[in-house]
């Protein structure tokens, strides 16, 4: 059974430094890996989608990465504004369930 | 173009009452889900539909939960009764042409069981 996992659970960063966020994954088995953000009490904003043939997606300041091989993937955020501040979740698509398994998200302040 | 659209956007009820939540996706998206969110917590799916077909109700609580696609377009998920441990935010997704492609969530419904 898939798990994803999300370590840290929360991170502080001053702003304008570049932060990772980590995502692990156990089965390699996927078909694709989702970044999402979350604002509290919103619904999840798509961020990027890395099918499992790419190795990385870019979108302006965030480029996110995949190796399937480590059970891996992460989301780089340039130049971090306190509008980046919000929670990060990442969800793995299962190739031999169809399942799509969420991580518990990290929960990101970049302070002004 | 229009995001995926949800109501209500809260709700409480009293526990053993029923309650239902609509969802309109996002137009020519074919593939509908319907996600549980604790607090802390990632989404949960529910259940995935392709056009009026749910082909995953694996994790839907089938003695309480039902839902339904009639006409593969809008969607409602209903709860009888509804217990104390059902408060959670129940979000919706919908994405193009199948679970390969990318999901687009609606706001969600917070719902409090009191």
């Known amino acids: 059974k898939q798990e994803v996992t999300q370590i840290p659970a929360a991170l502080s960063v001053p702003e304008g430094e570049n932060l990772v966020l980590n995502c692990s994954f156990t089965?390699?088995?996927?078909?694709?890996l989702q970044w999402f953000r979350q604002d509290p009490g919103k619904g999840l904003t798509s961020l990027l989608l890395i099918q499992s043939s790419q190795r990385e997606q870019t979108s302006g300041r965030l480029n996110a990465s995949l190796d399937k091989s480590s059970g891996r993937s992460t989301l780089y955020i340039a130049a971090s504004q306190p509008g980046d501040s919000a929670t990060y979740l990442c969800?793995?698509?299962?190739?031999?369930?169809?399942?799509?398994?969420f991580g518990k998200g990290t929960r990101l302040h970049i302070l002004p | 173009e229009a995001g995926v659209v949800q109501s209500p956007r809260y709700k409480i009820i009293e526990k053993k009452q029923p309650v239902a939540f609509w969802c309109n996706p996002i137009s020519g998206h074919n593939t509908l889900y319907w996600y549980l969110q604790n607090l802390g917590q990632g989404p949960e799916l529910l259940i995935r539909?392709?056009?009026?077909?749910?082909?995953?109700d694996s994790q839907l609580p089938k003695d309480r939960f039902s839902a339904e696609r009639l006409k593969g377009v809008d969607s409602t998920l209903k709860i009888q009764p509804a217990e104390l441990g059902d408060s959670a935010v129940y979000l919706c997704a919908s994405s193009e042409g199948g679970f390969y492609n990318e999901q687009f969530f609606g706001p969600g419904t917070r719902l409090t069981v009191l």
């Open positions: 089965d390699s088995a996927i078909y694709n």
């Open positions: 969800a793995a698509g299962g190739d031999r369930d169809d399942k799509i398994i």
């Open positions: 539909y392709e056009n009026e077909e749910a082909v995953d």
